[in-house]
């Protein structure tokens, strides 16, 4: 029987990877964890409580907010302030984000969190998997003084963590700090995150490949031509590969990282810079991509060293199994 490793242990455990951290950045972990546990009650049980449905708002994106959407951002905000290792949160749900450095113990506090809480919110009423994506970085200005969009608008290179929840069949807590990948299981007979995944590694070349194709028409020549290629007969590459697309960014990449795949959401005519968030979607889901050996890239150039212009930009992406995105720049280069 495989010893039970909780998250909570992991953290303390991998805190010597950071010699000059004083805790800080695992007390910022565990307060994660703890709203994703919170979060995952709701999801659990949305069909049976008055969460489901939308709030008759919209987000900065036009987007009818759902209940879901709202009540995950205001736990994850809430962990944040009570836990005062996060003087700001960025997040999908908030216009400028929340500054929490007025409330007595975040004034001092060194990290940032960029967060979408809730993502996949299409597909909550349809009982699909969804999930929740964050990016944590150190602030740049010092404590004290006013943060600056400096602090903000870093580039995904700069992130100290980054991680998903994926609130599916189970609920597993993804996450890396730079020193590869690690995925956690929830057990709810004890309420705790333990370690299933150790050291995740996305296959070099995989036969998946995710993509909206109801976009196929506005999409560029290069993708159009990578998606025929992986319809074409070819018992050699295994080829015709197979089509998942869930519509949720955190499950479509969670399968392709165990099972090899590349997750495509390029530019079109109609979203020209595509529709996913830098600094919340691609930046942190790039970082566990590349710290598990795969690779992450907008089509022309390398998601984590795009130097954000502001909170809610959008990029195209093309992330996954080295070799599949290879062969998917190979295709644009030639178009
Ligand atoms: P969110 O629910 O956080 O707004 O994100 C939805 C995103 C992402 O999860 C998914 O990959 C993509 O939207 C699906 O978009 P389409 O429905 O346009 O394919
Ligand atoms: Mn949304
Ligand atoms: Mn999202
Ligand atoms: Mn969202």
Do not use: W
């Amino acid at each position: 029987m495989k010893s039970l490793k909780t998250l909570g242990q992991f953290i303390i455990e991998k805190q010597t990877d950071f010699p000059y951290a004083k805790g800080e950045l695992s007390r910022l972990l565990r307060d994660i964890g703890i709203a994703a546990k919170i979060v995952n009650r709701e999801v659990n049980k949305a069909g049976l409580v008055d969460i489901l449905g939308t709030v008759g708002d919209t987000n900065v994106f036009g987007e009818n907010q759902k209940k879901l959407d709202v009540y995950a951002d205001e736990q994850f905000i809430a962990a944040l302030k009570d836990g005062g290792e996060c003087c700001f949160v960025a997040s999908e749900e908030q216009e400028e984000g929340v500054e929490l450095t007025d409330t007595g113990i975040s004034k001092n506090a060194k990290y940032i969190v960029c967060i979408d809480p809730l993502d996949g919110s299409s597909n909550i009423e349809v009982n699909v998997s969804v999930g929740t994506i964050f990016s944590i970085y150190r602030r740049i200005s010092q404590v004290g003084e006013a943060l600056t969009q400096q602090d903000l608008l870093q580039t995904g290179l700069r992130q100290v963590a980054a991680g998903y929840i994926i609130y599916g069949s189970s609920t597993m807590l993804v996450y890396t700090t730079g020193k590869g990948v690690n995925g956690f299981t929830l057990d709810p007979s004890i309420g705790e995150f333990c370690l299933s995944h150790p050291n995740m590694k996305i296959p070099q070349q995989g036969h998946i490949y995710s993509v909206n194709e109801g976009n196929y028409l506005k999409f560029p020549q290069g993708i159009k031509n990578y998606i025929k290629y992986c319809q074409e007969e070819d018992v050699a590459t295994h080829r015709p590969y197979t089509s998942r697309y869930i519509g949720s960014m955190v499950a479509d990449i969670h399968r392709n990282l165990l099972l090899g795949g590349v997750f495509i959401y390029p530019q079109t005519a109609l979203q020209p810079k595509g529709k996913l968030r830098l600094m919340y979607e691609c930046n942190p889901i790039a970082f566990i991509i590349e710290q598990a050996g795969g690779k992450a890239t907008t089509g022309t150039e390398r998601i984590l060293e795009i130097e954000p212009e502001e909170l809610h930009q959008r990029v195209p992406a093309i992330l996954g199994s080295t070799d599949m995105v290879n062969k998917v720049l190979e295709f644009l280069e030639k178009s």
